[in-house]
């Protein structure tokens, strides 16, 4: 699906909101500055969610709780050792099943082997301008 701008960006997160549950995951992979955290910030309005969505590179983990269902917003990028991102997801996704939250990581790929039933979203820069994202359901992964 080609995006061609910020608007289009947050509409199509808004709209994938709908389609995920409490406990769903989603995996977000793209390259620096491709709009990953655009796109959550887009699934977070669509789930009403009224806190300030960033990036949580430095942080590893945000959790938003003020929405219809709760987030987890986690990114691996400066995570080199893969003990250390498996360690840091299952403690993340734990959280997320007790709280009931949707579970989204940018920068999966050390853990993508150890996650089940996950949605898949690969976001890439279209030739002359805009993304183009693929998007999988766990039904089609």
Do not use: C
């Not at 942080?59 to 080199?80: N, Q």
């Not at 939250?101 to 999966?108: F, K, M, R, S």
Request: aromatic letters at 10%.
């Amino acid at each position: 699906m080609f995006v061609e701008n910020l608007k289009e960006t947050l509409n199509l997160g808004e709209k994938l909101s709908q389609k995920l549950n409490p406990h769903s995951i989603v995996l977000l992979q793209g390259p620096i500055g491709a709009g990953k955290t655009s796109f959550v910030k887009g699934i977070a309005k669509g789930l009403s969610i009224s806190e300030d969505i960033t990036s949580p590179t430095f942080a590893l983990s945000h959790h938003y709780k003020s929405g219809k269902i709760p987030l987890i917003h986690l990114d691996l990028y400066r995570l080199e050792n893969i003990s250390y991102a498996k360690e840091v997801f299952f403690s993340e996704e734990e959280e997320a099943l007790q709280s009931k939250a949707i579970l989204i990581i940018e920068w999966p790929e050390l853990i993508e082997p150890f996650v089940e039933d996950y949605w898949k979203i690969e976001i890439s820069y279209a030739k002359n301008y805009g993304r183009n994202y693929l998007i999988r359901d766990p039904k089609n992964l």
